[in-house]
């Protein structure tokens, strides 16, 4: 066994072996959990920690051949979303409350990050970076707020960045300023819910940028270089997932403490995954 094998926790162990943890005891055996976001990055990795952790299944996103590989090999359920379409997420959550017998806890990764500099954000990207940024888990927990169980943990992906906008993702930045305070919202009047949001940092092994121009990422990143926000160390998505899964099971352990807002960063000198 090398180094960094015994550095790992069990639950990256399980992880990275496909153990299901019967031996330790695992953290949400038998939870009934809905991860949006899933296709890929950190909701994908987020998946795959729970389960390895006994959590029962249903993954949402938009693409359905990625979604449907991942169900099978979770052997939860695949659901096809688009968290802009309101009508199509009441019918998801409905579907996998009923097929679940209720709902335990919620994961929302969906995001988007149109890139532009802010002059040249159009009322379209505008829109669509709220719909899908902001009033989307707005909609979701409203949704789903009859089928949650009383122990139910509601977990949302933010950016540590809220406050402090980066050049060219004006309208990203926006919307999870608006998120927070709808959030802040569920908490003022549902006290007893438990909406946690994690705020990540930069992060490795995702598709967030997906498609961007690659041109004017490289001339933004050399605007966050000279303004500071430029970050050279990544967070693994593994990593982020297995730390919200752990925050979640912390959650549900401890009732009497409610968790509101919990930001994450990457560990200095953590290398990018090409660089390993």
């Known amino acids: 066994m090398d180094a960094d094998t015994r550095a790992e926790t069990p639950s990256q162990q399980r992880r990275r072996t496909g153990q299901s943890g019967t031996e330790r005891g695992r953290q949400l055996d038998g939870v009934r959990m809905l991860i949006i976001g899933a296709s890929s990055g950190i909701g994908e990795a987020c998946a795959r920690a729970a389960h390895a952790e006994g959590a029962r299944i249903a993954v949402a996103a938009r693409r359905v051949d990625r979604l ?3 169900a099978h090999q979770l052997n939860g359920a695949a659901h096809v979303l688009d968290v802009a379409d309101y009508a199509a997420v009441k019918t998801v959550v409905r579907d996998v409350a009923e097929n679940f017998g209720g709902i335990d806890v919620i994961v929302f990764t969906s995001v988007v990050v149109p890139l532009a500099h802010v002059e040249h954000v159009d009322a379209a990207t505008w829109a669509h970076a709220f719909a899908v940024n902001a009033i989307g888990p707005a909609v979701v927990l409203r949704d789903a707020l009859p089928f949650l169980s009383r122990d139910a943990v509601i977990v949302v992906a933010s950016t540590h960045d809220v406050g402090r906008p980066r050049a060219g993702v004006s309208a990203y930045n926006a919307s999870k300023a608006a998120l ?5 919202s569920w908490r003022t009047e549902h006290p007893h819910l438990r909406v946690v949001r994690v705020a990540v940092g930069p992060t490795d092994d995702t598709e967030i940028l ?3 121009d690659r041109d004017l990422l490289d001339e933004l990143f050399e605007r966050w270089e000279i303004n500071g926000q430029a970050s050279f160390e990544m967070s693994r ?23 509101e807002v919990v930001k994450l960063a990457p560990c200095p000198g953590t290398p990018h995954t090409s660089e390993q």
């Open 210 to 212: 997906r498609g961007a």
């Open 180 to 184: 927070d305070e709808i959030l802040t």
């Open 68 to 70: 449907e590989a991942l």
């Open 237 to 259: 998505a593994a990593d982020v997932a297995g730390t919200i899964v752990s925050l979640i099971a912390a959650a549900r352990a401890n009732p009497s403490v409610i968790t």
